[in-house]
Nanobody, 121 residues
């Protein structure tokens, strides 16, 4: 099995910064795409950013230029640096990873438990 543990959420004023982390553990052979998603109250879960194993990134238009996604493949850890935060960035942030597991090399889609980010105006 694979577990994803997120950390780094909290309350911040508009214009501030936060850094989220998501560490994967378990019977991991490899991890392909990693991503961050967020869900605002009463809304669907939306893509924030993704990063491939080769380092190619993709961002939602609403966060381009403010957020930076990165990964440490040696530590199986995903990061999201969030700068110039806005109240509309408020929500629960979830990490997602496409993981190939041992011993049968099966690919699965795994989610973190979510971490709350609240940006006050």
């Amino acid at each position: 099995q694979v577990q994803l543990v997120e950390s780094g959420g909290g309350l911040v004023q508009a214009g501030g910064s936060l850094r989220l982390s998501c560490a994967a553990s378990g019977s991991i052979f490899s991890i392909n795409v990693m991503g961050w998603y967020r869900q605002a109250p009463g809304k669907q879960r939306d893509l924030v950013a993704t990063i491939t194993s080769g380092g190619s990134t993709n961002y939602a238009d609403s966060v381009k230029g403010r957020f930076t996604i990165s990964r440490d493949n040696n530590k199986n850890t995903l990061y999201l640096q969030m700068n110039s935060l806005k109240p509309e960035d408020t929500g629960v942030y979830y990490c997602n990873m496409a993981v190939t597991t041992l011993p049968l090399l099966r690919r699965g889609d795994y989610w973190g438990q979510g971490t709350q980010v609240t940006v006050s105006s």
